[in-house]
């Protein structure tokens, strides 16, 4: 096992270049989370606003506890509201006068009907941008359909893309639709706050769907379409652009991936399997040949790796020049000395475990790097702090604390 560093601690003090910024997150899950995550690594104040039961991403436990909320949860404040009264959306409103970002992933239409549509909130608050996260966006015939990623996901064409071609299309194990849609967010966050430093808008309305920003994803595949009157097809783990491109079983029953993308490489892989003739084949001559013959280069290669240990095989394989790596899960992870040097993965102070790992905040800036600032917080820690500062006394219990979950 590789040495352990000190877990980092939280300080309260650190900075970051987005301090002096408040985004008010009144999202839930996962795209608004990690939407807001990005902001708050960064010096925002990020307020969670909460109703009475919590943000769902709490619920999501492993052995007992909300490791999803620890993540994403990590540098955000938390403010408990049942805006089913109307003396708490009075501070919600009130808190919304003094915010930069507000993000919000009710359907379509509901904020409207609880009297907070942006056109409201702007007329308050002309600076205010506001992120609104949906699954299908706005308008259009699918507005008012449930958006969860999963739906995205496969209707996006992603799914369709992704598994073996003699199986059923496969949906990604986890939140990526979310988590793309939140990478997204940010960007256009950051676009907005730049435009509104530079004088060219005040507030704007941000429509983040889950759905285009996957989509986006597939790249030339509409224009591949339209072009050669195609749909391309589940390939496992091979490609339809490329070959070689595959993952392969090493003789000691461990995982490679190889991807020989251009014509240098692809010739370079075919020297080292001993194998020089495939590059005088005419089915192997070009690219397009090669992903025309590629189940012949497949068995080549799984051919050649079955004969050697994985460690052996990405030795030879590296040090002849060919581009390739091992299929790592999470345990991998944990050992390998790039993950470690780098510190991808660090380990964080934690009140119930000492420490956790957590990915590390990223992207890197050289001169205004993101800090550590606040552990994910409990639910409403921070409603008398955030009350206090907006001049409100603490709010009576909500008159309903049940609140109907009408989000995406």
């Given at each position: 096992?590789?040495?352990?560093?000190?877990?980092?601690?939280?300080?309260?003090?650190?900075?970051?270049?987005?301090?002096?910024?408040?985004?008010?997150?009144?999202?839930?899950?996962?795209?608004?989370?990690?939407?807001?995550?990005?902001?708050?690594?960064?010096?925002?104040?990020?307020?969670?606003?909460?109703?009475?039961?919590?943000?769902?991403?709490?619920?999501?436990?492993?052995?007992?506890?909300?490791?999803?909320?620890?993540?994403?949860?990590?540098?955000?404040?938390?403010?408990?509201?049942?805006?089913?009264?109307d003396t708490h959306r009075q501070a919600l409103l009130a808190l919304l006068d003094t915010a930069d970002v507000f993000i919000e992933n009710f359907r379509p239409g509901t904020l409207e009907r609880m009297g907070l549509a942006p056109t409201t909130l702007l007329e308050r608050n002309p600076d205010l941008i506001v992120v609104r996260i949906s699954g299908f966006g706005q308008t259009g015939p699918y507005a008012q359909y449930p958006g969860f990623g999963t739906l995205v996901e496969a209707m996006s064409g992603f799914a369709a893309r992704t598994g073996f071609p003699d199986r059923e299309p496969v949906l990604p194990p986890l939140a990526l639709a979310d988590m793309i849609a939140g990478l997204q967010g940010a960007q256009a966050v950051s676009t907005a706050l730049l435009a509104r430093q530079r004088?060219?808008?005040?507030?704007?309305?941000?429509?983040?769907?889950?759905?285009?920003?996957?989509f986006s994803v597939l790249g030339p595949e509409a224009a591949i379409h339209r072009v050669t009157g195609k749909v391309k097809q589940r390939s496992g783990s091979a490609s339809n652009t490329v070959s070689p491109r595959n993952v392969y079983l090493c003789g000691d029953g461990k995982y490679v991936a190889l991807s020989g993308s251009t014509q240098v490489v692809a010739f370079r892989i075919f020297e080292i399997i001993g194998r020089p003739d495939m590059k005088t084949d005419p089915r192997f001559a070009t690219n397009a040949d090669r992903v025309r013959h590629r189940d012949e280069i497949d068995t080549a290669l799984g051919a050649w790796f079955a004969t050697r240990d994985r460690g052996a095989a990405l030795t030879e394989m590296r040090a002849a020049g060919a581009t390739v790596g091992p299929v790592y899960d999470i345990a991998d992870i944990a050992e390998d000395p790039h993950f470690h040097a780098r510190e991808i993965v660090v380990e964080v102070e934690d009140a119930d475990n000492g420490s956790l790992p957590m990915h590390n905040i990223v992207p890197r800036l050289s001169e205004t790097p993101g800090a550590w600032r606040h552990p994910a917080p409990a639910l409403g820690e921070h409603t008398e702090e955030i009350l206090a500062e907006l001049g409100l006394e603490p709010l009576p219990a909500g008159r309903d604390a049940r609140v109907r979950e009408d989000r995406e």
């Open positions: 096992m590789l040495d352990a560093k000190p877990p980092l601690r939280f300080d309260p003090a650190r900075t970051g270049p987005m301090q002096g910024i408040r985004v008010v997150d009144l999202s839930r899950l996962v795209a608004g989370n990690m939407l807001s995550l990005q902001l708050a690594d960064f010096g925002a104040d990020v307020i969670k606003v909460e109703p009475p039961a919590g943000d769902p991403l709490r619920d999501w436990r492993d052995d007992g506890q909300s490791l999803h909320w620890k993540t994403y949860g990590r540098n955000k404040r938390s403010i408990m509201l049942n805006l089913r009264d004088g060219l808008a005040r507030g704007q309305v941000i429509d983040l769907s889950l759905l285009e920003p996957i």
